[in-house]
């Protein structure tokens, strides 16, 4: 039989590329997402990809009374990815209870049902937004934690400090924080991707959807970093290589003793600056991108980029899509969403 394997934010621009990876490699993911930030139409989409009906549960992670009936049906649950968060920077300093209620509080209402429900397993998604700026790139995972620049931020480290707690306290969980970096790009098949809600708060959607003619060009948030070009630069992975990643989480954790938590990052172990990614966008889909140039954003670090030799080593992963793969994945993706 199958694995069992929990998505929360499962119908999410991550979570849903994860579902298919976890499909494709054995598991049956089942997905529970309260949808407000993602799209019901994605469901089926995942569905006609992987050929096969997906189990969906509607309904929000800080509702432990809802959460604890998926796990009463779902019997023999081999773990939990918990993707379900609030995750807009720039929202999250102006409206910082709504973070800290509903992304620290799905932590503790999952953390406090696994051990009765006998579910070992927990993958946490994190960001490499605890980084904050970092004294030197590429980070480690054992690089200075640095005081968050935004509640955003802030909800990760303390989940992450919650779990390597409760790992530590309790005899029956295991646990994997992966630190994603900049995560772009498409499902090949343009049947899924990137569906943001109002106005995007990542880079790529705002490119395609200015290309695209919806907007009227993209800003870029200063031009007088310490960068070769003057603007920030991230280090950006394919969406589909990051959803692989928890698959070898998932493949790795299985077989570590209780009381195991490591922390994985996430990224190609080098960085590319907004520039650039407009710039390559533009040739490689022979279309126009309007851009201008605008002051600095609050928070921003100038350059950081991961140093990926733990997970290639312990998890036995490492990138496979180029950042071209990704840029026209992108686009096609978001053609496909103005030709349907």
Same mark, same amino acid.
């Given at each position: &039989?199958?694995?069992?394997?929990?998505?929360?934010?499962?119908?999410?621009?991550?979570?849903?590329?994860?579902?298919?990876?976890?499909?494709?490699?054995?598991?049956?993911?089942? @997905?529970?997402?309260?949808?407000?930030?993602?799209? $019901? =139409?994605?469901?089926?989409? %995942?569905?006609?990809?992987?050929?096969?009906?997906?189990?969906?549960?509607?309904?929000?992670?800080?509702?432990?009374?809802? @959460?604890?009936?998926?796990?009463?049906?779902?019997?023999?649950?081999?773990?939990?990815?918990?993707? #379900? #968060?609030?995750? #807009?920077?720039?929202?999250?300093?102006?409206?910082?209870?709504?973070?800290?209620?509903?992304? %620290?509080? $799905? &932590?503790?209402?999952?953390?406090? +049902?696994?051990?009765?429900?006998?579910?070992?397993?927990?993958?946490? *998604? *994190?960001?490499?937004?605890?980084?904050? %700026?970092?004294?030197?790139?590429?980070? +480690?995972?054992?690089?200075?934690?640095?005081?968050?620049?935004?509640?955003?931020?802030?909800?990760?480290?303390?989940?992450?400090?919650?779990?390597?707690?409760?790992?530590?306290?309790?005899? =029956?969980?295991?646990?994997?924080?992966?630190?994603?970096?900049?995560?772009?790009? !498409?499902? /090949?098949?343009?049947? @899924?991707?990137?569906?943001?809600?109002?106005? /995007?708060?990542? +880079?790529? /959607?705002?490119?395609?959807?200015? !290309?695209?003619?919806?907007?009227?060009?993209?800003?870029?948030?200063?031009?007088?970093?310490?960068?070769?070009?003057?603007?920030? &630069?991230?280090?950006?992975?394919?969406?589909?290589?990051?959803?692989?990643?928890?698959?070898?989480?998932?493949?790795?954790?299985?077989?570590?003793?209780?009381?195991?938590?490591?922390?994985?990052?996430?990224?190609?172990?080098?960085?590319? *600056?907004?520039?650039?990614? %407009?710039? +390559?966008?533009?040739?490689?889909?022979?279309?126009?991108?309007?851009?201008?140039?605008?002051?600095?954003?609050?928070?921003?670090?100038? =350059?950081?980029?991961?140093?990926?030799?733990?997970?290639?080593?312990?998890?036995?992963?490492?990138?496979?899509?180029?950042?071209?793969? #990704?840029?026209?994945?992108?686009?096609?993706?978001?053609? *496909?969403?103005?030709?349907?």
């Amino acid at each position: &039989m199958n694995k069992k394997v929990i998505i929360t934010g499962g119908a999410g621009y991550i979570g849903s590329h994860t579902a298919i990876e976890l499909h494709n490699n054995g598991f049956t993911p089942i @997905i529970v997402d309260n949808f407000y930030n993602a799209d $019901s =139409t994605i469901i089926p989409r %995942i569905e006609k990809i992987i050929e096969t009906k997906v189990k969906c549960y509607t309904g929000d992670c800080t509702d432990n009374s809802f @959460i604890e009936n998926i796990l009463r049906i779902e019997k023999q649950v081999f773990g939990v990815i918990h993707f #379900a #968060a609030y995750k #807009a920077v720039g929202e999250s300093v102006h409206n910082p209870l709504k973070y800290y209620k509903n992304n %620290i509080i $799905s &932590m503790i209402v999952f953390l406090e +049902l696994l051990k009765k429900y006998d579910i070992q397993n927990f993958i946490y *998604s *994190s960001s490499c937004t605890v980084y904050g %700026i970092p004294d030197n790139v590429p980070v +480690l995972e054992d690089s200075p934690i640095k005081p968050p620049t935004s509640p955003y931020g802030n909800t990760k480290k303390i989940c992450e400090d919650i779990l390597q707690d409760t790992v530590k306290a309790e005899n =029956t969980i295991k646990g994997v924080i992966l630190r994603y970096f900049n995560p772009i790009g !498409a499902h /090949p098949t343009a049947i @899924i991707g990137e569906f943001p809600k109002g106005t /995007p708060n990542n +880079l790529l /959607p705002y490119i395609t959807q200015t !290309a695209a003619g919806l907007r009227e060009k993209v800003t870029i948030f200063g031009n007088d970093y310490p960068t070769p070009d003057g603007t920030c &630069m991230r280090d950006y992975i394919h969406v589909v290589d990051l959803a692989k990643a928890h698959i070898a989480a998932l493949n790795w954790i299985e077989n570590q003793p209780i009381h195991t938590c490591e922390v994985f990052n996430l990224g190609t172990g080098k960085s590319n *600056s907004v520039l650039e990614i %407009i710039q +390559l966008f533009q040739k490689l889909n022979a279309v126009k991108v309007n851009y201008e140039i605008g002051k600095r954003r609050s928070g921003d670090v100038p =350059t950081i980029y991961a140093d990926v030799i733990k997970s290639k080593k312990i998890l036995n992963w490492e990138t496979k899509l180029s950042l071209e793969d #990704a840029l026209v994945h992108a686009w096609n993706w978001e053609k *496909s969403l103005r030709n349907n």
